[in-house]
């Protein structure tokens, strides 16, 4: 959870707002912002919703805040309608503070950009399944996110969720294996390592004959292995859309435990497990556009296990930022709240980027920002995390003669 008492330091989370984001035209531009009453001015509504959302006071304390500090002087009922119409904005402000960092030009290894991504629930007080999901695109060259969306319960993950420029290696899990959402992907000059399950797709050969997946798992003799498959789009497109088939053998202990959670979910929906996806719990199945004079199994293999930092970054969103811990079941106030506590997330993750390398027993020339409580900040030496550098030098040593910018 972010510190509330983060909020008396205003002037300085107000210096990490994009400088050339207007709040005062981009609120009354919005409608989140029509007439000075109860809040006098944009600002004090940003304060007010990052109060609420990003600090996780409830309403009542919030407008209790307010008025001992002397911001604004208004009843839960005024504030639940100025934070539902405040959401689109505050999803405006969320989309300048990614793309201030779209600014700072990205780091490529041999021209190429990595990005994981994925989606997460989040789900309202009472709720038994996804009330709402973030979509996260995550640059795994610098650790930051790099794109956001929000859509309900019903929105589904699929690659076009994320806009992709020439050079994008896309990392994804088995979500996102959807027949017509690979293509456009390379039309957009970027690649992508998808893993596969054994009835996600409809796999052929590349000459468009059928393709036995099961045989071909029966005859790869070594621990990893490719083919050559094409995907049935179920369009009629002139040209085949032809990927490789990358195959990694699970250890014992591996494939193991996949059949007993198999089995266990299958025993839970009172079913039997089907036979295929026992016999597939044995193999990890990824498929790529990427081209194999350039990436070797081996390297489309090592470059999917960093898709894991993003789960990474969605447990600091949700142990950090307590970003599911959803306080609203309107809507619009649901908006308001999980938009605000992404600009809290942002900006606390500003100012912990900023944070010296060195110990911090060195002398000390400002005074910090406590960002969360002692028991949740982890523990031992305080310092960056190392998440920036560990995937260029890893990608270094797996082509050491070829020049990386990582």
């Known amino acids: 959870m972010i510190r509330s008492d983060i909020l008396d330091h205003w002037p300085r989370v107000r210096a990490r707002l994009p400088a050339d984001f207007d709040l005062e035209r981009t609120a009354r531009g919005s409608g989140a912002f029509t007439r000075a009453r109860e809040i006098k001015d944009p600002e004090t509504l940003l304060r007010l919703a990052l109060a609420y959302g990003g600090c996780g006071m409830s309403l009542r304390e919030t407008c209790a805040w307010a008025e001992a500090k002397g911001i604004a002087r208004l009843a839960n009922p005024s504030l639940i309608e100025r934070l539902g ?6 999803g405006e402000l969320v989309a300048a503070l990614i793309g201030e960092r779209a600014k700072t030009p990205a780091k490529r290894w041999l021209g190429h950009r990595l990005r994981a991504l994925d989606g997460t629930s989040i789900c309202e007080p009472g709720a038994d399944r996804t009330t709402w999901r973030l979509h996260v695109g995550y640059d795994l060259a610098s650790g930051q996110v790099d794109q956001v969306e929000l859509t309900d319960g019903r929105g589904a993950e699929n690659l076009q969720r994320l806009r992709y420029q020439p050079g994008d290696i896309a990392l994804a899990d088995r979500f996102y294996a959807r027949p017509r959402d690979l293509r456009p992907v390379v039309n957009d000059g970027a690649d992508f390592i998808v893993r596969t399950g054994w009835n996600s797709l409809r796999l052929l050969k590349p000459d468009g004959s059928a393709f036995d997946l099961f045989g071909a798992l029966r005859a790869q003799k070594e621990q990893e292995g490719e083919i050559s498959v094409r995907v049935d789009e179920g369009l009629d497109n002139p040209e085949p859309l032809v990927l490789r088939l990358v ?32 016999q597939a719990a044995r193999y990890i199945l990824l498929l790529t556009s990427l081209p194999a004079d350039t990436f070797s199994t081996a390297d489309v293999l090592a470059l999917y296990r960093f898709r894991w930092q993003i789960e990474l970054a969605f447990k600091r969103m949700k142990s950090i930022a307590g970003l599911d811990e959803l306080a609203a079941k309107k809507p619009e106030l649901a908006r308001a709240w999980i938009y605000a506590r992404l600009i809290a997330f942002l900006i606390a ?8 390398d060195s110990s911090p027993c060195g002398p000390r020339t400002a005074k910090s920002i406590a960002l969360a409580p002692l028991k949740t900040r982890p523990r031992g030496r305080s310092r960056r995390h190392p998440r920036t550098t560990v995937v260029g030098n890893y990608l270094q040593r797996l082509h050491p003669h070829q020049s990386a910018s990582l």
């Open 349 to 356: 993750e500003q100012i912990a980027g900023k944070l010296p």
């Open 247 to 278: 195959i990694r053998r699970k250890t014992r202990a591996q494939w193991r435990a996949e059949q007993a959670r198999l089995l266990k979910a299958a025993k839970k929906r009172g079913k039997q497990p089907d036979a295929r996806s026992l």
């Open 85 to 90: 119409k405040a959401a689109p904005w505050l």
